[in-house]
């Protein structure tokens, strides 16, 4: 186990375009949890699950974003009509009860 | 609402001076405390947490309840420390909502 894995690395679309990316955990990690990053701040919390549940979604995050950890392993983060806003460093990351947090590499989103 | 601040987003120091990021918390309940840093072109990783009460790489950190701070430390600043650090916060047991700061560029100059 090399550790949470995402996938791309980057992604390039137009606008308006639909685009999902990919976040393998850690394999005995049950919580996972979706951040997005833009220049200058720091990681922004998108949405949690514990095992296949989706516990948590950030109010600010639009109708347009959709996560899914259908099995308790691997989990999927779609945009749907994407806007140049959405352009950022979205960021997986795993763990246990009790423990910090593992992060992916993050999957770089530009939006043209 | 939880919140994390981190007044500084640039700490520029000389090799071999003393360190200290600053990290200020707004929670209403018993929170836990953490410390990540990335080093260049590397993913965010896991410093240290406030309940090991630990020191990693010859960085502590005190949480001040009393103060609402959890501020990061080193007495002898190396080249190699050099990268963003960020502070965050979780719910002590639970779900962990982890929140994090923006961050502070931290600048060894040899």
């Known amino acids: 186990d090399t550790g949470v894995s995402q996938d791309p690395r980057h992604k390039i679309t137009k606008r308006g375009q639909n685009v999902t990316f990919r976040c393998d955990p850690i394999s005995e990690h049950n919580r996972l949890y979706w951040y997005r990053q833009t220049l200058g701040q720091g990681p922004e919390f998108l949405t949690y699950f514990q095992n296949e549940a989706q516990l948590e979604k950030s109010r600010l995050l639009s109708d347009r974003f959709s996560a899914e950890r259908p099995k308790g392993s691997f989990s999927t983060l779609e945009i749907q009509r994407t806007e140049q806003g959405d352009s950022a460093m979205y960021l997986c990351a795993s763990s246990v009860a009790g423990a910090g947090l593992y992060f992916g590499p993050g999957t770089r989103l530009t939006v043209t | 609402a939880q919140r994390v601040t981190q007044p500084e987003k640039l700490l520029s120091v000389f090799k071999g001076a003393p360190v200290e990021l600053k990290c200020n918390y707004s929670y209403s309940g018993s929170p836990e405390l953490f410390w990540y840093v990335q080093y260049s072109r590397q993913r965010l990783q896991l410093l240290l947490r406030?309940?090991s009460r630990e020191s990693i790489k010859g960085f502590t950190a005190d949480l001040n309840k009393g103060e609402t701070s959890f501020h990061l430390k080193k007495p002898f600043a190396q080249e190699e420390d050099s990268a963003m650090y960020y502070c965050?916060?979780?719910?002590?047991?639970?779900?962990?909502?982890?929140?994090f700061g923006t961050g502070t560029k931290l600048q060894v100059i040899p």
């Open positions: 406030h309940i």
């Open positions: 965050a916060l979780s719910y002590s047991g639970g779900y962990q909502k982890v929140t």
